[in-house]
Nanobody, 123 residues
Framework: QVQLVESGGGLVQPGGSLRLSCAAS????????MRWYRHAPGKERELVAT???????NYADSVKGRFTISRDNAKNTMYLQMNSLKLEDTAVYYC?????????????????WGQGTLVTVSS
């Protein structure tokens, strides 16, 4: 079917940068909207950023001006460039996408999630 795999998480000091990737694989016909979420301990899951197939983007107020979402449609991959990281950005980051895939002679829509990648901002 279809899988999303995140990478790029790690430990970074406050003020530092990280770049997350989310690669989709499988019998993909097309990918519509893609999203990054994050889930911090003791907090609810938060929608961080969204990018449409046409490249329109939207951000949570908490990351505006610091994070940039992008995608490479040829590679079925989405990115999240995170700059000026703060302690409160510590979380597991998940990608999610609306994927149209081919199965036999038909096409179906799937809404998969990645397994998550941990971002820890600490001095």
């Amino acid at each position: 079917q279809v899988q999303l795999v995140e990478s790029g998480g790690g430990l970074v000091q406050p003020g530092g940068s990280l770049r997350l990737s989310c690669a989709a694989s499988g019998d993909i016909f097309s990918i519509n909207t893609m999203r990054w979420y994050r889930h911090a301990p003791g907090k609810e899951r938060e929608l961080v950023a969204t990018i449409t197939s046409g490249g329109n983007t939207n951000y949570a107020d908490s990351v505006k001006g610091r994070f940039t979402i992008s995608r490479d449609n040829a590679k079925n991959t989405m990115y999240l460039q995170m700059n000026s990281l703060k302690l409160e950005d510590t979380a597991v980051y998940y990608c999610n996408a609306q994927v149209i895939y081919t199965t036999g002679l038909s096409r179906r829509t799937l809404d998969p999630w990645g397994q998550g990648t941990l971002v820890t901002v600490s001095s």
